[in-house]
């Protein structure tokens, strides 16, 4: 697609249920990140993949989250027996294969709240 | 571990006036690379600028330019003829191998008229 496509835009759900949220990344590229935004805050670093590689999981806040990847296609971000503090702004990005000078394409989000 | 500071939680600047946003970092690296992002209410980030750490030269695109000091490690982002439609929360970001994008915190930038 143009963009980085993430569904659902807005999810509300009762603490203690799992959600899953997923991104669609642009074509072509082989990586892809998820953050995390807390209301007014900056966005926190969550998970990585890179083509084949073993994804960079060192940002997941507990063993509650978990994500994963087919090839270079579309990922999901599962947040099981979801508690308040988990209410944020899920973003994902993609970009291209090569350097890291390669800009970061982000998604328009995906709002979650816990009640 | 890269850390990014950002240390003007809001700014404000009149219609038409300049604006200078501020950012530090801490690495080790000497191969990297810096990035202004803009986000809107909207939530889309939009890359603003960015500049390459082996390059002395400031990053500029139309009415946006950096002032980098690689020693100072300080990147800061000016904004000249500040419009209306710049009116949102700025991310300053680093990013080095293995790849992973490190924000600050962000700086809410409001443009009065």
């Known amino acids: 697609g143009a963009g980085v496509s993430q569904s659902p835009s807005n999810k509300v759900t009762e603490k203690g249920k799992d959600v899953e949220l997923r991104c669609d990344p642009i074509s072509g590229h082989t990586a892809l990140y998820w953050y995390r935004q807390r209301l007014g805050q900056g966005l926190e670093f969550l998970i990585y993949?890179?083509?084949?590689?073993?994804?960079?999981k060192s940002g997941l806040p507990s063993d509650r989250f978990s994500a994963e990847r087919t090839g270079e296609s579309v990922s999901t971000l599962t947040i099981q027996r979801t508690q308040q503090e988990d209410s944020a702004v899920y973003l994902c990005?993609?970009?291209?294969?090569?350097?890291?000078?390669?800009?970061?394409?982000f998604g328009a989000g995906s709002r979650l709240t816990v009640l | 571990a890269q850390t990014v500071t950002q240390s003007q939680p809001e700014m404000s600047v009149q219609e038409a006036e300049t604006v200078t946003l501020s950012c530090t970092y801490d690495t080790s690296e000497s191969d990297y690379y810096l990035f202004w992002y803009k986000q809107p209410p909207s939530r889309q980030m939009i890359l603003v600028i960015r500049q390459e750490a082996y390059k002395q030269q400031n990053a500029t695109e139309n009415r946006f330019s950096v002032n980098f000091q690689k020693a100072a490690k300080s990147f800061s982002l000016k904004i000249s003829d500040s419009q209306l439609g710049d009116a949102a929360m700025y991310f300053c970001a680093y990013r080095s191998p293995p790849n992973k994008l490190v924000f600050g915190a962000g700086t809410i930038l409001r443009v009065k008229s």
């Open positions: 993949f890179q083509g084949n590689s073993a994804p960079d």
């Open positions: 990005a993609s970009s291209p294969p090569g350097t890291v000078s390669n800009v970061l394409t």
